[in-house]
């Protein structure tokens, strides 16, 4: 019995590598098997995503034919001509989106009308096209040409352009249409693919009633799944079990070494099992006297200074605040003198890069292997991150009671101005009466006569402002309807001007004579300006000297610009994508959602808003807006 327990104990070097024998063989068998369900997980997804293309795709034809249908309604009992197809807003958008051309018919199939008018020179390189037909009141049929591979390019999501090649193919495998501009190649081997058919007629001849029933969607992998057993097999063969082999045999030798040393590393072991049993947490080791013995990594990476710059250091510590040694020093008197909470204590200290952390700090008595305590033991958890969530709750809460705040003050100002109307207007009713009734008397004063007729115009200005804020303040859908930007331009200043001049901020405006109308908002628009101008009033307050505010609009290309410029401090080096953040706000009193609006409602009318430094110094806030396309021609 003796020999087996002395066999089984000089044995017990080899466990580690029966053990990595095991683990081996394990990590095969999973590797295996975590492939077999890779490979099914890729197939459902395929599928999943093909079923999903193809419903997009089809949702995207139903939707074009009842773009014309309603144009073939908005055509009905029209004379048939180029102008009067040009001219309607659905083609235009129908253009835009995915048409190449629309043709009216009449009963016997004669063109009557075709937009655009060279729409067979235009796209005779443009490859196989699909039509959709109506039927136009009371006899005549529009025919919409479409491409299928512009189709597919436009109804299929990036993300899953780029993770597939997506192709329309019919019955004998010939390709239609793909997103891809060279066809697969046999070269890259079999790659997973899925085929889905195109529920519902696709119809090639505007004239033939034969339709592409037989169309499918077909969805191929771009980067499929590679097999690695065998690359893994051979690192953990080649490279793994000789390692353990070897590791094993130093294993072997170690056991003696530690055998030989075991009473002379007694003591040291104690206090490295006490570091051990908080590992996760900085670990500082000192004696009675403040002295570092021992720092851990995490301590280390926490200061930013090497365990070798700190081991031996001591009292006053260089990851101290500068600015607050003496009380540094003082508690640390206290705490080595075993006054030190048992709930731990709150600490700041300073990175060897400048930074501040905020610390919890846990001290604990370190005692030998004798049980004599020698030191302290010290557990630190790093709370930077929690005080900043808490900071940030913090703000986060004062925003939202601002912004309630504001909501209040909109609320009253939209009942303000409901409620100066009435006497607004009996005031310039009033003016207006005496006026008459003075001429009626044949009372000739030129001096009262042109008081009352200013009392009438102010009156009637004070009005139109009381319009323009409940308008402004009023609650609605965004209607995009031609308008004059330099119209909505100088509305806006005139609310902005009395403050402007109450701040001693000179506004600055240069509109461009001619600028075309474009198909916007004007209200929304008008709050992209006021928000502008204000922002640009507030950043002045700090400026000593002339404040300026230059406002002017210009067309560029196929885009109505405009632009916002003062000559305060400028952007700090900040750029568009951090002013726009939500929540982000330069001001302390900021909400940090003026100019994250004014970009949503620029981009949602298809244009750009961008911020840089102006040329001579301040910032240059501007935003673009598209033109209409014949606005666009014509310019």
């Known amino acids: 019995m003796t020999k087996l327990r002395e066999l089984i104990l000089r044995s017990l070097w080899l466990a580690p590598l029966g053990l990595s024998l095991v683990f081996v063989l394990g990590v095969l068998a999973w590797v295996r098997a975590n492939e077999a369900d890779e490979q099914d997980q890729q197939r459902q997804t395929l599928?999943?995503?093909?079923?999903?293309?193809?419903?997009?795709?089809?949702?995207?034809?139903?939707?074009?034919?009842?773009?014309?249908?309603?144009?073939?309604?908005?055509?009905?009992?029209?004379?048939?001509?180029?102008?009067?197809?040009?001219?309607?807003?659905?083609?235009?958008?129908?253009?835009?989106?995915?048409?190449?051309?629309?043709?009216?018919?009449?009963a016997r199939n004669r063109v009557l009308a075709e937009v655009p008018e060279d729409a067979e020179s235009a796209h005779s390189d443009d490859g196989l096209s699909l039509h959709l037909t109506a039927r136009v009141a009371p006899d005549g049929v529009l025919v919409v040409r479409y491409a299928p591979a512009?189709?597919?390019?436009?109804?299929?999501?990036?993300?899953?352009?780029?993770?597939?090649?997506?192709?329309?193919?019919?019955?004998?495998?010939?390709?239609?249409?793909?997103?891809?501009?060279?066809?697969?190649?046999?070269?890259?081997?079999?790659?997973?693919?899925?085929?889905?058919?195109?529920?519902?007629?696709?119809r090639a001849s505007p004239l033939?009633?034969?339709?592409?029933?037989?169309?499918?969607?077909?969805?191929?992998?771009?980067?499929?799944?590679?097999?690695?057993?065998?690359?893994?097999?051979?690192?953990?063969?080649?490279?793994?079990?000789?390692?353990?082999?070897?590791?094993?045999?130093?294993?072997?030798?170690?056991?003696?070494?530690?055998?030989?040393?075991?009473?002379?590393?007694?003591?040291?072991?104690?206090?490295?099992r006490a570091m051990e049993d908080s590992a996760l947490v900085a670990l500082r080791?000192?004696?009675?006297?403040?002295?570092?013995?021992?720092?851990?990594?995490?301590?280390?990476?926490?200061?930013?200074?090497?365990?070798?710059?700190?081991?031996?250091?001591?009292?006053?510590?260089?990851?101290?605040?500068?600015?607050?040694?003496?009380?540094?020093?003082?508690?640390?008197?206290?705490?080595?003198?075993?006054?030190?909470?048992?709930?731990?204590?709150?600490?700041?200290?300073?990175?060897s890069s400048g930074r501040m952390l905020d610390v919890m700090v846990f001290e604990s008595p370190l005692v030998d292997a004798g049980g004599r305590q020698i030191g302290w033991m010290g557990s630190i958890i790093d709370i930077t991150e929690r005080r900043r969530l808490e900071e940030r709750e913090r703000r986060q809460v004062e925003t939202l009671a601002h912004n309630a705040r504001l909501t209040m003050l909109g609320e009253v100002a939209s009942t303000l101005a409901h409620e100066l109307n009435q006497p607004l207007t009996a005031i310039a009713s009033y003016g207006a009466g005496i006026t008459n009734s003075l001429a009626k008397?044949?009372?000739?004063?030129?001096?009262?006569?042109?008081?009352?007729?200013r009392l009438g115009q102010q009156a009637a200005h004070a009005g139109r402002i009381v319009a323009r804020i409940r308008e402004f303040l009023t609650r609605r859908e965004p209607r995009h309807e031609p308008c004059d930007l330099n119209e909505v331009i100088s509305a806006a200043l005139d609310l902005l001007r009395r403050d402007c001049q109450r701040r001693g901020v000179a506004l600055e405006l240069s509109?461009?004579?001619?600028?075309?109308?474009?198909?916007?908002?004007?209200?929304?628009?008008?709050?992209?300006?006021?928000?502008?101008?204000?922002?640009?009033?507030?950043?002045?307050?700090?400026?000593?000297?002339?404040?300026?505010?230059?406002?002017?609009?210009?067309?560029?290309?196929?885009?109505?610009?405009?632009?916002?410029?003062?000559?305060?401090?400028?952007?700090?080096g900040r750029r568009v994508e951090q002013l726009c953040a939500p929540f982000y706000s330069t001001k302390a009193d900021g909400m940090g959602m003026g100019l994250a609006i004014c970009r949503s409602i620029v981009e949602a009318h298809q244009g750009v808003l961008d911020a840089s430094e102006a040329p001579g110094g301040g910032a240059l806030f501007s935003f673009s807006l598209p033109l209409s396309r014949e606005e666009a021609t014509h310019a």
Not at 521 to 541: G, H, K, P, S
Request: proline share 6%.
């Open 47 to 106: 599928i999943s995503d093909a079923l999903s293309t193809e419903a997009q795709l089809r949702d995207r034809i139903d939707e074009e034919q009842a773009h014309l249908r309603q144009l073939a309604d908005g055509l009905a009992g029209q004379a048939p001509s180029i102008a009067t197809l040009a001219a309607h807003p659905e083609v235009n958008a129908g253009l835009r989106r995915l048409w190449q051309s629309v043709t009216w018919l009449d």
């Open 150 to 202: 512009l189709m597919l390019k436009r109804g299929v999501p990036w993300w899953l352009a780029r993770k597939y090649d997506v192709q329309l193919v019919d019955s004998a495998d010939q390709v239609i249409a793909s997103t891809t501009e060279s066809p697969l190649r046999a070269a890259q081997g079999p790659r997973p693919s899925y085929r889905v058919s195109l529920t519902g007629p696709l």
């Open 208 to 272: 033939a009633q034969a339709t592409l029933t037989d169309a499918a969607v077909e969805l191929t992998l771009r980067d499929p799944a590679t097999n690695g057993t065998r690359p893994l097999t051979w690192v953990l063969v080649a490279g793994f079990l000789p390692l353990i082999a070897v590791a094993s045999w130093l294993i072997r030798r170690q056991m003696r070494q530690v055998q030989r040393a075991e009473v002379a590393g007694r003591t040291e072991a104690a206090w490295r």
């Open 285 to 351: 080791a000192r004696d009675f006297d403040g002295r570092l013995l021992y720092v851990n990594r995490t301590f280390c990476d926490m200061v930013g200074l090497p365990a070798e710059q700190l081991v031996g250091l001591l009292p006053p510590m260089p990851y101290w605040p500068p600015d607050a040694l003496a009380e540094v020093a003082e508690r640390n008197r206290r705490n080595l003198a075993g006054q030190a909470p048992r709930e731990g204590y709150e600490a700041r200290w300073r990175h």
């Open 441 to 453: 008397l044949g009372v000739q004063d030129e001096l009262v006569c042109g008081a009352l007729q």
């Open 511 to 572: 509109l461009a004579p001619g600028v075309p109308s474009v198909l916007a908002d004007a209200v929304l628009i008008e709050q992209v300006v006021i928000n502008l101008v204000r922002n640009a009033a507030d950043a002045l307050q700090a400026r000593d000297g002339t404040r300026r505010i230059a406002v002017s609009s210009r067309v560029v290309g196929d885009f109505v610009r405009i632009d916002a410029q003062d000559n305060g401090p400028g952007l700090g």
